[in-house]
């Protein structure tokens, strides 16, 4: 297995980076804790945190075992060390954050959503585009190996003509009044909470293993609590059920919620065409679930066995299992690799936080309008 790769052509593998990545992190909360574990993984050189004090950066780089916390953000962007900046920070400051860092030259992994406002993303994919750096959103759940096999047996017409999708992503985190968290505020989360939180994972899934989009839908969402612990009058909504029609014609229905008990990070699809049907769940990530009329079978994940795009995402033997640091890990990886100029398979970039941000717009408006919307390509 190669571990480097020099030039642009497409890679089968995950790649180590050519050199040593300078990383720096904006935010300290959970999502940057996941992606400094994962630069470290990628061998990067962890340069430091910006937050928004320099106590909270001091804090966020000790914790996760950085360089040095950063007086501000500026003074991170200011360093010429750094090349590529990890923005973790409340929703409604993606676009500002990714945008800054882009106009100084950084390659960007910028958690989602991109932007709040289709605008504002396409600006964000444009200037990337402009400028030939490295723009990354971590649609991670791709990098689970089984749902790669998943999406090649049914680019290989394993399953036939596709018919229908049915895919949820359901949590409980939010279940109770009592739950609460700075999502559920406009002025930090966005206009949409569940939908673009969890359902543009979904979405993205779905649309990734099946290898076409969602063109037309119809949206209906709830907010279950206008009132948390620390929150009253909450616009964001707690589940959104959606009817969606793809390019092909199959039809097929989305749940999204963060209200429903006893479901931790639950996020399944399952794709039935005209010769087979094929299921994934996260929470099951070693195995596939392939039906048929005569018979169904589970898929084990066994390196030896799966298609190389999978493969090359499975580290370890079989039996051994792999979960979601493992895909977040390979996501980061496969960003790097880019930076060196490989071209990995199935890196999720500012086109796709775009995408994203097109379908929750569509979603919103579907639900405003309690029609069906066509959905920008």
Same mark, same amino acid.
């Given at each position: 297995m190669s571990n480097v790769c020099h030039d642009v052509r497409m890679?089968?593998?995950?790649?180590a980076p050519a050199r040593?990545?300078?990383?720096?992190?904006?935010?300290?909360?959970?999502?940057?804790?996941?992606?400094?574990?994962?630069?470290?993984?990628?061998?990067?050189d962890l340069v430091g945190a910006a937050s928004s004090s320099p106590s909270r950066a001091a804090a966020a780089a000790e914790r996760l075992g950085l360089g040095a916390g950063y007086d501000s953000f500026e003074a991170l962007l200011a360093d010429p060390d750094i090349e590529v900046v990890h923005i973790c920070t409340p929703n409604t400051t993606h676009a500002a954050f990714a945008r800054a860092a882009l106009q100084a030259g950084k390659h960007v992994i910028c958690e989602k959503p991109l932007a709040t406002t289709t605008a504002d993303a396409e600006a964000l994919?444009? =200037?990337? +585009?402009e400028r030939g750096l490295v723009a990354a959103v971590p649609f991670v759940y791709r990098f689970h190996p089984m749902a790669r096999e998943a999406r090649a047996r049914v680019a290989a017409g394993e399953t036939g003509?596709?018919?229908?999708?049915q895919g949820a992503y359901l949590q409980d985190w939010l279940a109770t009044p009592r739950d609460d968290d700075w999502r559920v505020d406009t002025a930090l989360g966005g206009?949409?909470?569940a939908f673009a939180d969890i359902g543009s994972h979904l979405v993205d899934l779905v649309e990734f293993v099946a290898g076409e989009r969602i063109v037309r839908l119809a949206a209906s969402t709830r907010t279950v609590y206008a009132e948390r612990a620390d929150h009253a009058a909450i616009e964001t909504e707690d =589940?959104? +059920?959606l009817v969606v029609e793809l390019s092909s014609g199959a039809l097929g229905t989305l749940l999204v919620s963060q209200v429903?008990?006893?479901?931790?990070?639950?996020?399944?699809?399952e794709l039935a065409g005209t010769d087979a049907s094929v299921r994934f769940e996260q929470e099951r990530p070693d195995t596939l679930w392939i039906g048929r009329t005569e018979a169904s079978s589970i898929v084990e994940r066994d390196p030896a066995r799966l298609a190389a795009d999978a493969a090359r995402l499975s580290l370890v033997p079989a039996g051994h299992p792999m979960g979601y640091q493992d895909a977040f890990n390979a996501f980061v990886a496969d960003a790097y690799a880019a930076i060196d100029g490989a071209r990995p398979e199935g890196l999720p970039t500012f086109a796709d936080g775009l995408r994203a941000a097109r379908v929750t717009e569509a979603v919103l408006r579907s639900a405003e309008r309690r029609d069906w919307v066509e959905v920008a390509a």
């Open positions: 890679t089968t593998d995950v790649i040593t990545r300078r990383a720096g992190f904006v935010g300290g909360g959970f999502m940057a804790a996941v992606h400094s574990r994962a630069a470290r993984a990628a061998r990067a994919a444009d =200037l990337a +585009a003509r596709l018919l229908s999708v206009p949409s909470r =589940l959104v +059920a429903a008990p006893g479901r931790k990070n639950a996020l399944s699809i």
